[in-house]
T-cell receptor, first 114, second 115 residues
Framework: DQQVKQNSPSLSVQEGRISILNCDYTNSMFDYFLWYKKYPAEGPTFLISISSIKDKNEDGRFTVFLNKSAKHLSLHIVPSQPGDSAVYFCAASDSGAGSYQLTFGKGTKLSVIP | NAGVTQTPKFRILKIGQSMTLQCTQDMNHNYMYWYRQDPGMGLKLIYYSVGAGITDKGEVPNGYNVSRSTTEDFPLRLELAAPSQTSVYFC??????????????FGPGTRLTVT
């Protein structure tokens, strides 16, 4: 029973264009969402997050959009750069659980083509 | 400031052997977590700790044990290793006391193969 779903295993984008990574969730108790970036043989690194009280959060080239009614969030990267090539994980948390544990999707491998 | 460190980086175990994966953080974080990542899958929570002396099970705790005697260290013990435990293991930590800060900091991982 996957509570966080990333339905696209991979995505290829030309350098300079926009990358859009999608994530859906089923647990309505989730109220905080994060995106992590992972390079091979390294641990995930935090990229950007959004609380359920917001519908958009922006940090430089990265913007996360949240549509609570659709239980959907997306990560936009503009412009995409070759160094953005990595696996991106969507994660969600239920603040009421107290443990701040994260539930992860399976990841989307982004390839930015020079 | 080294962040979250994990040892060893790689290990091959025979079925039935046991081992301890080490995790240390120097950020004075109260919360610590152990995840495993199987090929093509997301990270799944094994165990977590909200402070020294307090641990609890995550989604996939069977076959593992943890202890938390200090704030810095959170070792993961595998008893009677099985091929199903072949995976990459990540340790993470989080600072408590910061409202709306869910960010976890991850170590580089331990790649474990059980044959």
């Amino acid at each position: 029973d996957q509570q966080v779903k990333q339905n696209s295993p991979s995505l290829s984008v030309q350098e300079g264009r926009i990358s859009i990574l999608n994530c859906d969730y089923t647990n309505s108790m989730f109220d905080y969402f994060l995106w992590y970036k992972k390079y091979p043989a390294e641990g995930p690194t935090f990229l950007i997050s959004i609380s359920s009280i917001k519908d958009k959060n922006e940090d430089g080239r990265f913007t996360v959009f949240l549509n609570k009614s659709a239980k959907h969030l997306s990560l936009h990267i503009v412009p995409s750069q070759p160094g953005d090539s990595a696996v991106y994980f969507c994660a969600a948390s239920d603040s009421g659980a107290g443990s701040y544990q994260l539930t992860f999707g399976k990841g989307t491998k982004l390839s930015v083509i020079p | 400031n080294a962040g979250v460190t994990q040892t060893p980086k790689f290990r091959i175990l025979k079925i039935g052997q046991s081992m301890t994966l080490q995790c240390t953080q120097d950020m004075n974080h109260n919360y610590m977590y152990w995840y495993r990542q199987d090929p093509g899958m997301g990270l799944k929570l094994i165990y977590y700790s909200v402070g020294a002396g307090i641990t609890d099970k995550g989604e996939v705790p069977n076959g593992y044990n943890v202890s938390r005697s200090t704030t810095e260290d959170f070792p993961l013990r595998l008893e009677l290793a099985a091929p199903s435990q072949t995976s990459v293991y990540f340790c993470a930590s989080r600072l408590s006391g910061q409202p709306q800060s869910y960010e976890q900091y991850f170590g580089p991982g331990t790649r474990l193969t059980v044959t």
